[in-house]
């Protein structure tokens, strides 16, 4: 097994979840919660960045906040559940740096296929990076969750990692790991670990490599995800 996997699974169940902190089905499982506390602390993360504003923020913010020039960029599409996150955060009194950025998802080519993808600041990402860790907890389905790793992938360090939750139980999000697998071949290497909470994928960025984007499914993929916008635009985030 992975050095990295198995020291955090070795040591997850030793750290606390408290029930009177976690908010409940929406948030990260609390096994899941366990392992990436752990996780981050085994590979000794300093900087960090997540897709998905929650628990997770404040489970990861613990673990770096001992680092020096220690960083979490937090990014949600809802003010609302960022804002939250935000106020549980500096309610514990965790003294890391977490900077929470609230971007709108919005349609962008990916190659040929057209995917809902966080509108961040062109190059903001690549700027605060090399992270050592990226955690992919976005809105479920078609939500931003293929485009990430996309966005994220040059601003991981080679040897860093990007994990995703909610991997057992969605087809869609497997059928994101076998989109990157194809994109990136031996430059990531993904672990399942299905026994965790909903299934975290852990993916291990080798080495830097630019996608080579499949362009079978696009067009249905492209449609699906005008679909899913118009829908947003219709329900808007709180
Ligand atoms: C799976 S949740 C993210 C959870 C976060 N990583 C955590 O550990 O709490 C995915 C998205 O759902 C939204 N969300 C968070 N809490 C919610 C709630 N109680 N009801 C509806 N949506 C919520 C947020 O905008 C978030 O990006």
């Not at 070795?10 to 990260?28: N, R, T, Y």
């Not at 949600?76 to 804002?83: I, K, Q």
Request: with cysteine.
């Amino acid at each position: 097994m992975n050095p990295d996997i198995a020291a955090a699974v070795a040591a997850m169940d030793k750290i606390p979840v408290s029930q009177m902190e976690h908010p409940g089905d929406w948030a990260l499982d609390p096994s899941s919660c366990r392992f990436l506390a752990a996780f981050t602390r085994a590979i000794g993360a300093r900087r960090v960045i997540e897709f998905g504003s929650g628990f997770s923020t404040l489970m990861m913010a613990r673990e770096i906040a001992a680092h020096e020039g220690n960083y979490l960029l937090s990014v949600d599409d809802s003010p609302h559940y960022s804002a939250l996150a935000r106020e549980a955060l500096e309610s514990s009194e965790c003294a890391a740096k977490v900077d929470f950025r609230v971007a709108p998802l919005r349609p962008r080519f990916y190659g040929r296929r057209l995917l809902l993808s966080y509108a961040l600041p062109k190059g903001l990402v690549d700027a605060l990076g090399p992270f050592d860790l990226a955690f992919v907890d976005a809105p479920h389905h078609n939500h931003g969750r293929e485009s990430v790793f996309y966005d994220l992938f040059p601003a991981v360090a080679p040897g860093g990692y990007i994990i995703l939750d909610d991997s057992n139980s969605h087809d869609q999000d497997n059928k994101f790991i076998k989109s990157w697998k194809a994109a990136y071949g031996g430059a990531m290497e993904a672990i399942p670990l299905e026994g965790i909470g909903n299934g975290l994928t852990v993916i291990e960025k080798v080495d830097d490599d630019v996608p080579f984007y499949q362009k079978e499914g696009a067009v249905g993929d492209s449609l699906r995800t005008l679909r899913d916008f118009s829908r947003l635009l219709l329900n808007k985030p709180e």
